[in-house]
């Protein structure tokens, strides 16, 4: 089956970390550019980071600059993202969507919707809370 697989959220409390996984299944991510997306309810899904396929160029958004690392290793064709410093606003179901021939990281981490996108994840739960 086609299709890219989250894996890592849960429950943690503040300031804790997490490592959200984003595994390709039947093709490779070689020449996909990958972008996380988060959307908490009542709120906007928001672009967190975009990493690209060729020279490895990154973009995070600004809530989670400093906080968030974006990651991928081809050999094992998964993307990561780890997560510390964990706040409650950064509860939400979070995914992972890939594209190839993408536009710069910046721009294609706020084109949020799903069909910028050639895959989209079924998300994975983070929650953040005490």
């Known amino acids: 089956q086609v299709q890219l697989v989250e894996s890592g959220g849960g429950l943690v409390q503040p300031g804790g970390s997490l490592r959200l996984s984003c595994a390709a299944s039947?093709?490779?991510?070689?020449?996909?550019?990958i972008g996380w997306f988060r959307q908490a309810p009542g709120r906007e899904r928001e672009g967190v980071s975009c990493i690209s396929s060729s020279d490895g160029s990154t973009y995070y958004a600004h809530s989670v600059k400093g906080r968030f690392t974006i990651s991928r290793d081809n050999a094992k064709n998964t993307v990561f993202l780890q997560m510390n410093s964990l706040k409650p606003e950064d509860t939400g179901v979070y995914y992972c969507?890939?594209?190839?021939?993408?536009?710069?990281?910046?721009?294609?981490?706020?084109?949020?919707?799903?069909?910028?996108?050639?895959?989209w994840g079924q998300g994975t739960q983070v929650t953040v809370s005490s």
């Open positions: 969507a890939g594209r190839v021939w993408p536009p710069p990281m910046q721009e294609m981490c706020i084109r949020t919707g799903r069909e910028n996108y050639d895959y």
């Open positions: 039947g093709f490779t991510l070689d020449y996909y550019a």
